[in-house]
């Protein structure tokens, strides 16, 4: 067991043998860490809190009462092999949220990026990729295998269905249940998840060229309205695409998936 001399650690909280307390890091009161957890610099745990498994935790991340970090996968197909989880910096895990390690046939890594918040009762599966400044309402659940970009927003009580992906800077309202992947900065919304749009809001509030902003109008337009199957579509965007923004629509059209996509309504 390595802790770090600046570690402070409530008398009640289980730490066991061979954890990693980082510099600065607090474990508040009955929080238990699990032999093999990595906790960065500064990580806090509140109270009421498990850390568990292979699990590393990125420095400044918070996480608070009731969250469950690290526990084996909901996976029948799961066996006990050893799989990980790697939370990254400045996260903040809200109560009773929970995330689960990977296993064996999706890779043995489920993996958070940095910045993100994940809101009471937030649920990420195993071998779930999620990037940096990903918001999780409450409620909301990522199944096994989603792969979920920067800066997306998922709305409360709204859950995505496994090996689905979602681009960067889209963003699903609440109460919405996701079974096909979904482009970047696209809009979903509706009980069953429909792209309504673009993510206008977010373009603006990111700062996006009003220039790339109408491109990507253009290109939504087009693989609205034009002919061909969706994937024609975008092989035709991709033949004149000046913005950056619409070729990083193409590239992940065109790129591997699991499933379909939900295309404009």
Known sequence: MAIHPTARIHPSAI??????????????????????VTLGPRVVLKSHVVVTGLTEVGEETVIFPFACIGEVPQDLKFKGEETRLVVGKRNRIREGATM???TEGGGGLTKVGDDCLFMTGAHVGHDVIVGDRVILANQAALAGHCVIGDDVIIGGLSGIHQWVRIGRGAIVGAVTMVTNDVIPHG????????????NLVGLKRRGVARSDISALRAAFQALAQDE?????????????????????????????SDRSFLTPS
């Open 15 to 36: 730490v066991e043998d061979g954890a990693t307390i980082g510099e600065g890091a607090e474990i508040g009161p009955f929080s238990t860490v699990g032999s093999k």
């Open 100 to 102: 689960n390690t990977g």
């Open 187 to 198: 809009l979903v919304q509706g009980p069953r998840g429909q792209l309504d749009g673009l």
């Open 228 to 256: 061909g199957a969706f994937q024609d579509r975008a092989r035709r965007l991709s033949e004149e695409a000046d913005s950056a923004y619409v070729r990083e629509i193409v590239e992940f059209i065109l790129g591997e």
